[in-house]
Protein backbone atom coordinates (compact mmCIF):
# COMPACT_ATOMS: atom_id res chain seq x y z
CA UNK A 1 0.00 0.00 0.00
CA UNK A 2 1.30 3.29 -0.98
CA UNK A 3 0.77 6.74 -0.76
CA UNK A 4 -2.25 6.57 1.24
CA UNK A 5 -3.44 9.67 1.55
CA UNK A 6 -6.02 10.61 4.67
CA UNK A 7 -8.15 7.15 4.19
CA UNK A 8 -6.08 4.72 3.04
CA UNK A 9 -6.53 2.81 6.44
CA UNK A 10 -8.01 -0.46 7.14
CA UNK A 11 -11.28 -0.27 9.21
CA UNK A 12 -11.99 -2.84 11.30
CA UNK A 13 -15.86 -2.86 12.95
CA UNK A 14 -17.76 -4.80 15.05
CA UNK A 15 -17.94 -8.49 14.82
CA UNK A 16 -14.83 -8.32 12.11
CA UNK A 17 -11.74 -11.58 12.87
CA UNK A 18 -9.14 -10.68 10.39
CA UNK A 19 -5.96 -12.17 9.67
CA UNK A 20 -3.49 -9.29 8.39
CA UNK A 21 -0.30 -11.01 6.85
CA UNK A 22 2.68 -9.83 5.15
CA UNK A 23 1.35 -6.80 4.22
CA UNK A 24 3.89 -3.46 3.00
CA UNK A 25 2.83 -0.32 4.27
CA UNK A 26 4.80 3.22 2.46
CA UNK A 27 2.87 6.45 3.34
CA UNK A 28 4.10 8.28 0.29
CA UNK A 29 4.28 12.48 0.59
CA UNK A 30 0.47 12.61 0.61
CA UNK A 31 -0.55 10.35 3.49
CA UNK A 32 -2.05 11.54 6.71
CA UNK A 33 -2.93 8.78 8.57
CA UNK A 34 -0.50 7.69 11.07
CA UNK A 35 -1.84 4.12 11.65
CA UNK A 36 -2.56 1.77 9.12
CA UNK A 37 -5.24 -0.35 11.24
CA UNK A 38 -7.96 1.35 12.88
CA UNK A 39 -9.81 -1.09 15.59
CA UNK A 40 -11.68 1.50 17.46
CA UNK A 41 -15.20 0.26 16.57
CA UNK A 42 -14.52 -3.74 17.03
CA UNK A 43 -17.28 -4.59 19.61
CA UNK A 44 -16.23 -8.43 19.81
CA UNK A 45 -13.62 -9.28 17.16
CA UNK A 46 -10.33 -9.23 16.52
CA UNK A 47 -7.03 -9.43 14.43
CA UNK A 48 -3.91 -11.41 13.72
CA UNK A 49 -1.24 -10.15 11.78
CA UNK A 50 2.17 -11.04 11.61
CA UNK A 51 5.07 -9.95 9.03
CA UNK A 52 3.48 -6.67 8.01
CA UNK A 53 6.23 -3.66 7.44
CA UNK A 54 5.63 -0.02 8.08
CA UNK A 55 8.56 1.63 5.53
CA UNK A 56 10.20 3.91 8.27
CA UNK A 57 10.04 7.78 7.76
CA UNK A 58 6.69 8.81 6.13
CA UNK A 59 3.74 9.83 8.37
CA UNK A 60 2.57 6.16 9.29
CA UNK A 61 4.59 5.55 12.12
CA UNK A 62 2.61 1.70 13.33
CA UNK A 63 0.73 -1.22 11.41
CA UNK A 64 -2.21 -1.22 13.94
CA UNK A 65 -2.97 -0.02 17.39
CA UNK A 66 -3.16 -3.07 18.40
CA UNK A 67 -6.26 -2.80 21.18
CA UNK A 68 -7.69 -6.01 19.74
CA UNK A 69 -5.02 -7.94 18.10
CA UNK A 70 -4.61 -11.57 19.14
CA UNK A 71 -1.72 -13.82 19.38
CA UNK A 72 -3.35 -16.75 17.53
CA UNK A 73 -4.55 -16.96 13.39
CA UNK A 74 -8.05 -17.05 13.23
CA UNK A 75 -8.82 -20.26 11.04
CA UNK A 76 -8.88 -19.85 7.57
CA UNK A 77 -7.97 -21.54 3.98
CA UNK A 78 -4.21 -22.10 3.93
CA UNK A 79 -2.38 -19.96 1.19
CA UNK A 80 1.02 -19.66 0.12
CA UNK A 81 2.57 -16.11 1.14
CA UNK A 82 5.71 -14.26 0.22
CA UNK A 83 7.50 -11.94 2.84
CA UNK A 84 6.43 -7.98 2.81
CA UNK A 85 9.43 -7.41 0.86
CA UNK A 86 8.64 -9.86 -1.46
CA UNK A 87 5.66 -8.71 -1.82
CA UNK A 88 6.66 -5.18 -2.60
CA UNK A 89 8.87 -6.19 -5.03
CA UNK A 90 6.32 -8.27 -7.06
CA UNK A 91 3.95 -5.81 -7.05
CA UNK A 92 6.37 -3.53 -8.58
CA UNK A 93 7.89 -5.51 -10.95
CA UNK A 94 4.99 -8.23 -12.31
CA UNK A 95 1.72 -6.25 -12.06
CA UNK A 96 -0.30 -4.57 -14.78
CA UNK A 97 -0.35 -5.30 -18.20
CA UNK A 98 2.93 -4.75 -19.19
CA UNK A 99 3.77 -8.64 -20.76
CA UNK A 100 3.49 -9.32 -24.17
CA UNK A 101 3.43 -12.74 -25.94
CA UNK A 102 5.94 -12.99 -28.82
CA UNK A 103 4.51 -15.00 -32.21
CA UNK A 104 6.54 -17.66 -31.22
CA UNK A 105 5.50 -17.59 -27.72
CA UNK A 106 8.01 -16.04 -25.26
CA UNK A 107 6.89 -13.39 -22.68
CA UNK A 108 8.69 -9.69 -23.52
CA UNK A 109 7.87 -6.56 -21.20
CA UNK A 110 5.98 -3.70 -22.29
CA UNK A 111 5.58 -1.27 -19.77
CA UNK A 112 4.50 1.92 -21.16
CA UNK A 113 5.15 5.32 -19.48
CA UNK A 114 2.23 5.70 -17.05
CA UNK A 115 3.66 2.22 -15.62
CA UNK A 116 6.83 3.43 -15.52
CA UNK A 117 5.93 6.96 -13.83
CA UNK A 118 3.34 5.08 -11.54
CA UNK A 119 6.43 2.64 -10.32
CA UNK A 120 9.21 4.94 -10.14
CA UNK A 121 6.76 6.75 -7.62
CA UNK A 122 6.70 4.39 -5.42
CA UNK A 123 10.03 3.58 -5.42
CA UNK A 124 11.70 7.28 -5.06
CA UNK A 125 8.77 8.07 -2.89
CA UNK A 126 7.33 11.28 -4.85
CA UNK A 127 3.78 11.68 -6.27
CA UNK A 128 4.68 10.95 -9.51
CA UNK A 129 3.68 14.31 -10.79
CA UNK A 130 5.22 18.04 -10.43
CA UNK A 131 1.77 19.98 -9.80
CA UNK A 132 2.09 21.58 -6.05
CA UNK A 133 -0.52 19.84 -3.69
CA UNK A 134 -2.41 23.36 -3.18
CA UNK A 135 -3.48 23.38 -6.39
CA UNK A 136 -4.83 19.71 -6.65
CA UNK A 137 -8.24 18.83 -6.11
CA UNK A 138 -9.05 19.72 -2.93
CA UNK A 139 -5.23 20.32 -2.16
CA UNK A 140 -5.13 16.48 -1.35
CA UNK A 141 -2.10 16.07 -3.45
CA UNK A 142 -3.76 13.42 -6.16
CA UNK A 143 -4.32 14.49 -9.48
CA UNK A 144 -7.62 14.39 -11.11
CA UNK A 145 -7.73 14.39 -14.66
CA UNK A 146 -5.30 12.40 -16.80
CA UNK A 147 -3.84 15.77 -18.36
CA UNK A 148 -2.35 16.74 -15.17
CA UNK A 149 0.26 14.13 -16.69
CA UNK A 150 0.27 14.64 -20.05
CA UNK A 151 -2.57 12.21 -20.96
CA UNK A 152 -2.60 8.84 -21.53
CA UNK A 153 0.25 8.16 -23.74
CA UNK A 154 0.03 7.06 -27.28
CA UNK A 155 0.10 2.96 -27.89
CA UNK A 156 2.02 2.09 -30.62
CA UNK A 157 0.19 -0.60 -32.59
CA UNK A 158 0.88 -4.48 -33.11
CA UNK A 159 1.54 -6.65 -35.66
CA UNK A 160 -0.31 -9.45 -36.15
CA UNK A 161 1.19 -12.92 -36.23
CA UNK A 162 0.84 -15.03 -39.27
CA UNK A 163 -1.53 -17.81 -38.61
CA UNK A 164 -1.87 -19.55 -42.09
CA UNK A 165 -4.34 -22.29 -40.60
CA UNK A 166 -6.25 -19.62 -38.38
CA UNK A 167 -6.35 -22.07 -35.21
CA UNK A 168 -5.51 -18.91 -32.76
CA UNK A 169 -1.79 -20.49 -32.79
CA UNK A 170 0.93 -18.60 -34.81
CA UNK A 171 3.19 -20.37 -37.84
CA UNK A 172 6.20 -19.36 -36.04
CA UNK A 173 5.00 -21.30 -32.52
CA UNK A 174 4.08 -24.16 -34.43
CA UNK A 175 6.73 -24.42 -36.46
CA UNK A 176 8.76 -24.29 -33.27
CA UNK A 177 6.83 -26.99 -31.64
CA UNK A 178 6.96 -29.56 -34.81
CA UNK A 179 3.32 -28.56 -35.70
CA UNK A 180 1.54 -28.30 -39.11
CA UNK A 181 0.77 -24.18 -39.37
CA UNK A 182 -1.57 -25.67 -42.10
CA UNK A 183 -3.46 -27.68 -40.82
CA UNK A 184 -6.01 -25.80 -37.92
CA UNK A 185 -7.11 -29.55 -36.36
CA UNK A 186 -3.93 -28.84 -33.87
CA UNK A 187 -5.11 -25.70 -32.27
CA UNK A 188 -7.23 -26.91 -29.91
CA UNK A 189 -5.65 -30.41 -29.65
CA UNK A 190 -3.89 -31.32 -26.09
CA UNK A 191 -0.46 -33.33 -27.18
CA UNK A 192 0.72 -33.58 -23.33
CA UNK A 193 -2.60 -34.76 -22.50
CA UNK A 194 -1.81 -31.96 -19.42
CA UNK A 195 -5.62 -31.00 -19.78
CA UNK A 196 -4.51 -27.98 -21.63
CA UNK A 197 -4.93 -27.13 -25.77
CA UNK A 198 -2.22 -26.29 -28.02
CA UNK A 199 -4.01 -22.83 -27.76
CA UNK A 200 -3.53 -22.46 -24.00
CA UNK A 201 -0.22 -23.60 -23.76
CA UNK A 202 0.97 -20.70 -26.76
CA UNK A 203 -1.38 -18.13 -24.89
CA UNK A 204 0.53 -19.18 -21.37
CA UNK A 205 3.89 -19.32 -23.25
CA UNK A 206 4.48 -22.84 -22.15
CA UNK A 207 5.99 -26.27 -23.75
CA UNK A 208 3.25 -27.77 -25.37
CA UNK A 209 4.97 -30.94 -25.36
CA UNK A 210 6.10 -30.50 -21.77
CA UNK A 211 3.59 -32.27 -20.05
CA UNK A 212 3.70 -30.38 -16.30
CA UNK A 213 1.62 -27.70 -14.35
CA UNK A 214 0.61 -24.76 -16.22
CA UNK A 215 1.80 -21.38 -14.13
CA UNK A 216 -0.67 -18.42 -14.79
CA UNK A 217 1.77 -16.23 -14.04
CA UNK A 218 4.70 -14.75 -16.51
CA UNK A 219 7.68 -14.92 -15.25
CA UNK A 220 9.72 -12.32 -17.73
CA UNK A 221 10.86 -12.75 -20.86
CA UNK A 222 10.50 -16.36 -21.37
CA UNK A 223 7.88 -18.43 -19.22
CA UNK A 224 7.48 -22.78 -19.25
CA UNK A 225 5.17 -25.02 -17.11
CA UNK A 226 6.12 -24.81 -13.17
CA UNK A 227 6.14 -29.23 -12.09
CA UNK A 228 4.31 -29.92 -9.77
CA UNK A 229 5.34 -29.01 -6.10
CA UNK A 230 6.84 -32.44 -4.22
CA UNK A 231 6.46 -31.00 -0.83
CA UNK A 232 5.30 -27.69 0.69
CA UNK A 233 7.49 -24.71 0.07
CA UNK A 234 9.88 -24.04 2.78
CA UNK A 235 12.05 -20.62 3.05
CA UNK A 236 15.82 -21.20 1.82
CA UNK A 237 17.91 -18.67 2.31
CA UNK A 238 21.43 -17.11 0.51
CA UNK A 239 24.13 -14.86 0.98
CA UNK A 240 26.38 -14.16 -1.68
CA UNK A 241 29.28 -11.88 -2.94
CA UNK A 242 30.12 -10.68 -6.33
CA UNK A 243 31.90 -8.81 -8.72
CA UNK A 244 29.66 -5.78 -10.27
CA UNK A 245 31.87 -4.48 -13.63
CA UNK A 246 32.81 -0.85 -13.35
CA UNK A 247 31.01 0.43 -10.28
CA UNK A 248 31.82 3.55 -9.04
CA UNK A 249 34.79 3.16 -6.07
CA UNK A 250 32.88 5.92 -4.44
CA UNK A 251 29.82 3.10 -4.33
CA UNK A 252 30.01 1.76 -1.23
CA UNK A 253 25.82 0.13 -1.31
CA UNK A 254 23.57 -0.52 -3.90
CA UNK A 255 19.75 -0.67 -2.55
CA UNK A 256 17.71 -3.42 -2.56
CA UNK A 257 15.51 -1.43 -4.93
CA UNK A 258 18.19 -1.08 -7.35
CA UNK A 259 19.41 -5.47 -7.19
CA UNK A 260 17.03 -8.50 -7.37
CA UNK A 261 18.25 -11.94 -7.38
CA UNK A 262 16.06 -14.50 -9.30
CA UNK A 263 15.92 -18.09 -8.55
CA UNK A 264 15.15 -20.64 -11.36
CA UNK A 265 14.83 -23.74 -11.71
CA UNK A 266 15.65 -24.60 -15.70
CA UNK A 267 13.59 -21.82 -17.14
CA UNK A 268 10.97 -21.71 -14.43
CA UNK A 269 11.15 -18.67 -12.20
CA UNK A 270 11.32 -19.79 -8.41
CA UNK A 271 10.87 -16.78 -6.92
CA UNK A 272 12.68 -13.22 -6.84
CA UNK A 273 14.08 -11.19 -3.66
CA UNK A 274 15.32 -7.95 -3.31
CA UNK A 275 18.44 -7.62 -1.16
CA UNK A 276 21.29 -4.50 -0.22
CA UNK A 277 24.63 -4.54 -1.68
CA UNK A 278 27.41 -3.30 0.38
CA UNK A 279 30.64 -3.70 -0.76
CA UNK A 280 33.12 -5.76 0.30
CA UNK A 281 36.76 -4.81 -1.17
CA UNK A 282 36.05 -5.67 -4.74
CA UNK A 283 33.12 -7.05 -4.14
CA UNK A 284 29.50 -6.39 -3.23
CA UNK A 285 27.74 -8.52 -0.86
CA UNK A 286 24.08 -9.46 0.49
CA UNK A 287 23.47 -7.56 4.11
CA UNK A 288 20.35 -9.72 4.38
CA UNK A 289 20.12 -13.04 3.35
CA UNK A 290 17.84 -13.08 0.14
CA UNK A 291 14.91 -15.49 0.61
CA UNK A 292 13.29 -18.00 -1.75
CA UNK A 293 10.38 -20.57 -1.16
CA UNK A 294 11.77 -23.88 -2.78
CA UNK A 295 9.53 -27.02 -2.89
CA UNK A 296 12.74 -29.07 -3.91
CA UNK A 297 16.04 -29.61 -2.39
CA UNK A 298 18.36 -29.28 -5.55
CA UNK A 299 20.28 -27.22 -7.57
CA UNK A 300 19.05 -23.87 -8.72
CA UNK A 301 20.18 -21.24 -11.17
CA UNK A 302 20.77 -17.74 -9.45
CA UNK A 303 20.30 -14.46 -11.76
CA UNK A 304 21.31 -10.93 -10.49
CA UNK A 305 20.15 -8.00 -11.97
CA UNK A 306 20.89 -4.57 -11.07
CA UNK A 307 19.77 -0.81 -12.34
CA UNK A 308 23.52 0.16 -12.00
CA UNK A 309 25.34 -2.83 -13.81
CA UNK A 310 24.93 -5.72 -16.19
CA UNK A 311 23.29 -8.66 -15.64
CA UNK A 312 25.15 -12.10 -13.89
CA UNK A 313 23.64 -15.64 -13.98
CA UNK A 314 25.75 -18.37 -11.64
CA UNK A 315 25.01 -22.14 -12.27
CA UNK A 316 25.15 -25.07 -10.14
CA UNK A 317 23.76 -23.36 -6.48
CA UNK A 318 22.64 -26.15 -4.25
CA UNK A 319 20.10 -24.89 -1.67
CA UNK A 320 17.97 -26.56 1.06
CA UNK A 321 14.50 -26.09 2.66
CA UNK A 322 14.72 -23.96 6.30
CA UNK A 323 18.74 -23.95 5.41
CA UNK A 324 21.09 -20.82 5.12
CA UNK A 325 23.84 -21.18 1.53
CA UNK A 326 26.72 -19.06 2.85
CA UNK A 327 28.39 -18.31 -0.24
CA UNK A 328 30.36 -15.28 0.44
CA UNK A 329 33.03 -17.64 1.73
CA UNK A 330 36.21 -19.07 -0.12
CA UNK A 331 35.21 -22.61 -0.56
CA UNK A 332 32.01 -24.35 -0.13
CA UNK A 333 30.89 -26.66 -3.08
CA UNK A 334 26.90 -26.70 -2.67
CA UNK A 335 27.15 -22.81 -4.29
CA UNK A 336 28.44 -23.89 -7.50
CA UNK A 337 29.27 -20.83 -9.83
CA UNK A 338 28.43 -18.78 -6.99
CA UNK A 339 31.86 -18.91 -6.05
CA UNK A 340 33.60 -21.10 -9.16
CA UNK A 341 33.19 -18.45 -11.54
CA UNK A 342 32.72 -15.25 -9.22
CA UNK A 343 35.74 -13.73 -10.60
CA UNK A 344 35.26 -14.26 -14.50
CA UNK A 345 31.45 -15.36 -15.11
CA UNK A 346 30.85 -13.15 -18.19
CA UNK A 347 28.20 -10.91 -17.90
CA UNK A 348 24.69 -11.74 -18.62
CA UNK A 349 22.90 -10.23 -21.94
CA UNK A 350 25.15 -7.63 -22.59
CA UNK A 351 25.58 -8.10 -26.52
CA UNK A 352 22.58 -6.20 -28.16
CA UNK A 353 23.05 -6.03 -31.72
CA UNK A 354 22.03 -9.35 -32.46
CA UNK A 355 23.60 -13.04 -32.93
CA UNK A 356 25.53 -13.20 -36.00
CA UNK A 357 28.41 -14.67 -35.07
CA UNK A 358 30.36 -13.48 -38.14
CA UNK A 359 29.57 -9.99 -37.59
CA UNK A 360 32.82 -8.69 -35.80
CA UNK A 361 30.98 -7.01 -32.71
CA UNK A 362 29.30 -10.62 -31.43
CA UNK A 363 29.53 -11.27 -27.75
CA UNK A 364 30.57 -7.84 -26.94
CA UNK A 365 29.69 -4.33 -25.76
CA UNK A 366 30.45 -1.89 -29.02
CA UNK A 367 29.25 0.52 -31.16
CA UNK A 368 26.92 -2.05 -32.90
CA UNK A 369 25.11 -2.30 -29.24
CA UNK A 370 24.88 1.91 -29.25
CA UNK A 371 23.30 1.51 -32.57
CA UNK A 372 21.18 -0.83 -31.71
CA UNK A 373 20.21 1.08 -28.28
CA UNK A 374 19.96 4.71 -30.62
CA UNK A 375 17.29 2.89 -32.62
CA UNK A 376 15.73 2.02 -30.03
CA UNK A 377 15.74 4.72 -27.57
CA UNK A 378 12.76 5.96 -25.53
CA UNK A 379 10.78 3.72 -27.03
CA UNK A 380 9.13 0.67 -25.12
CA UNK A 381 11.76 -2.81 -25.14
CA UNK A 382 10.16 -5.10 -27.39
CA UNK A 383 11.74 -7.32 -30.51
CA UNK A 384 15.72 -7.22 -30.82
CA UNK A 385 15.57 -3.62 -28.88
CA UNK A 386 14.70 -5.82 -25.22
CA UNK A 387 18.71 -6.15 -25.83
CA UNK A 388 19.22 -3.08 -25.01
CA UNK A 389 17.38 -2.97 -22.27
CA UNK A 390 20.07 -3.46 -19.80
CA UNK A 391 18.31 -3.19 -16.56
CA UNK A 392 15.07 -4.69 -17.51
CA UNK A 393 12.65 -1.65 -17.11
CA UNK A 394 10.65 -2.45 -20.33
CA UNK A 395 11.76 0.97 -22.01
CA UNK A 396 14.97 1.43 -23.50
CA UNK A 397 16.52 4.84 -22.59
CA UNK A 398 19.45 7.08 -20.41
CA UNK A 399 19.58 4.64 -17.89
CA UNK A 400 20.69 2.07 -20.55
CA UNK A 401 22.99 3.80 -22.24
CA UNK A 402 24.87 5.12 -19.08
CA UNK A 403 25.13 1.28 -18.58
CA UNK A 404 26.36 0.32 -21.75
CA UNK A 405 28.83 3.26 -21.12
CA UNK A 406 29.87 1.82 -18.14
CA UNK A 407 30.35 -1.68 -19.91
CA UNK A 408 31.43 -0.34 -23.68
CA UNK A 409 34.11 -3.18 -24.14
CA UNK A 410 33.15 -5.93 -21.99
CA UNK A 411 32.04 -9.26 -23.16
CA UNK A 412 28.25 -10.10 -22.97
CA UNK A 413 27.38 -13.99 -22.93
Given at each position: ???????????????TK?????N???????????????????????????????????????????????????S???????????????????????????????????????????V????????????????????????????????????????????????G?????????????N??????????????????????????????V??????????????????????????????????????????A??????????????????????????Y?????????N?????????????????????????????????????????????I??????????????????????????????????????????T???????????????????E??????????D
Amino acid sequence: MYNLGGYGYVNLRETTKANLVNNYVKAGPNATISTFVRDSEITSGGYYHSGNVVEPGGSVKSFSPDNHRVSTRYSAPSVITSSAQQAFEDVLTKSGAIHGLNCDGTWFNRPDAVDVRIVQSVRDGTRGHNIPPDQTDRKLGFISDPSDVGGWPTLAPGTACQDSDHDGTPNDWENKYGFDSNNGSDGPQDFDNDGHTNLEEFLNATNPKGGNVISLTPTGQTASKTPTPTTAPNAARLKLKIQLPDILASTTNIPASDVQVELRDGTNSVGVAGVDLVRNGNYFQTQSDASFNISQNKTYTVYIKTKTSLRRLFTGVSLAQSQTLDCTVAINPSCGELISQRDNKPLASGDGDGFTVSSGSYNKVDSADLQVLATHFNRPATGQSTSADFNFDGIVNISDLEILGKNYGAVGD
